[in-house]
């Protein structure tokens, strides 16, 4: 029990240090960074003269919850993925005496993995030196949100399963019948209840028929004819219409950071294709076409 205890020590300790290499947060200072770096080359566990490193922990780890960070920091899973690490490492030993790693599919794949791997980081290093700046951000962001004209609706609507249904809803509003009240009686939809209010909506975020029928209407106006979608078939009354309000930029600043950066890691790509020699075998590619 006194190891375990003291080998999820370890691990935390190499866990937060993998964690903080990866954020954008200050790195440790330089004593505990220098401590931190000699404790992963150290074998946290050796099995059979094999060590598994505090890298290879900090390795595996983030791997495998790079969607569940937080969960590196549970000493039950890291314990757990010790355990799996020394699994690991027995079922490769035996692989190995069985000549398995001599199998030419089986360095393929491993080729394959190497390059996987160091390509990741290639791309990983590009990006850490090549960051999208304040400039493109802001052009960005002015392509994106400030150059687009256009509109904003607030409308309500009432769902209904037949076109008979909407036209008598229809004949109701003409003759003074409330809106509201009407949808949250006869609307199917989950809007019903609050008296068919959508809200403010672009019409990109509707069906084409919705969308459409809202565009042509004038505020204080509802559509005289059933419009009808893949729900069903809607009454719809527009009640204001805006230009349409572009997010904060620090909004969406993360989502156009992101944007920007697959940007750079595309021309980054294109650039080492367009300098590369690339030989195609043109025999085994054209059998493969056609399916031998």
């Not at 099995?47 to 595996?60: K, S």
């Not at 962001?141 to 249904?165: C, F, M, S």
């Not at 750079?264 to 075998?281: G, I």
Request: aromatic letters at 6%.
């Amino acid at each position: 029990m006194n190891k375990r205890f003291a080998l999820t020590g370890i691990a935390l300790s190499l866990g937060l240090l993998a964690a903080c290499g990866q954020s954008n947060s200050s790195p440790p200072a330089p004593d505990t960074q220098a401590k931190a770096k000699a404790a992963a080359k150290e074998a946290l566990v050796t099995v059979d003269q094999t060590p598994i490193t505090g890298e290879m922990f900090a390795f595996y780890i983030n791997e495998k919850f790079q969607k569940a960070p937080r969960l590196r920091r549970n000493p039950k899973v890291q314990n757990q993925a010790i355990n799996e690490l020394i699994n690991l490492v027995l079922l490769a030993r035996e692989a190995e005496k069985q000549g398995l790693d001599k199998r030419s599919a089986v360095q393929a794949a491993l080729a394959v993995q190497r390059m996987q791997l160091l390509s990741r980081l290639a791309l990983q290093e590009y990006a850490k030196k090549h960051p999208a700046t304040e400039a493109e951000i802001d052009k960005a962001y002015k392509a994106r949100y400030l150059n687009r004209p256009g509109e904003e609706y607030k409308a309500r609507h009432i769902l209904v399963k037949t076109e008979d249904e909407a036209k008598e809803i229809i004949a109701q509003l003409k003759k003074g019948a409330d809106f509201a009240t009407l949808a949250k009686e006869k609307s199917t939809g989950p809007s019903g209840k609050k008296g068919g209010d959508l809200g403010w909506f672009d019409a990109a975020q509707m069906v084409k028929p919705f969308s459409a029928a809202v565009a042509k209407l004038e505020p204080g106006h509802f559509t005289e004819t059933p419009v009808k979608t893949q729900f069903g078939w809607h009454v719809i009354l527009l009640e204001q219409k805006r230009a349409k309000q572009p997010p904060k930029r620090e909004a969406v600043e993360v989502s156009l950071k992101e944007q920007i950066l697959r940007r750079h890691l595309s021309e980054y790509v294109r650039e080492l294709a367009r300098t590369a020699k690339v030989e195609v075998n043109k025999k085994f590619m054209n059998k493969k076409a056609q399916g031998e």
